[in-house]
């Protein structure tokens, strides 16, 4: 649990379903997150946004090798818990441009 965590920014596009909307989102960039932090972010969420976050990426697993449809408010879960938890500030997460979770 101690790599740097950063944007990625993906030299060709990366399709992840999105079952609510039926249909498939193409992020450009994203982010890599281990399978135990990601679970620690989803425990820090109010109610609000787990739902939200939910709606995003309905029956998906958090395990290893899952993509996540990112959004603003898991954005900002995101930087609020990396920020909380070393000081580290992810500012390119908060521009407002769509973005994935990878789980590694």
């Known amino acids: 649990m101690n790599r740097k ?3 990625i920014v993906e030299p060709s596009p990366v399709n992840i379903s999105h079952d609510t909307y ?3 989102c193409q992020y450009s960039r ?4 281990e399978e135990q932090e990601f679970k620690a ?9 787990r739902l939200y976050f939910d709606f995003h990426n309905p029956r ?3 395990k290893q090798g899952t993509y996540l449809n990112g959004h603003s408010g898991l954005a900002r879960d995101i930087f ?4 909380r ?7 390119e ?9 990878k789980i590694i």
């Open 41 to 49: 972010i989803l425990a820090t969420m109010c109610h609000d946004s």
């Open 93 to 101: 997460l908060m521009n407002g441009k769509d973005f994935y979770v």
């Open 22 to 24: 039926r249909r498939e």
């Open 5 to 7: 965590i950063e944007m």
């Open 60 to 62: 998906k697993e958090i």
């Open 80 to 83: 609020d818990y990396y920020k």
């Open 30 to 33: 994203g982010i890599h997150i």
């Open 85 to 91: 938890k070393d000081g580290t500030e992810i500012t």
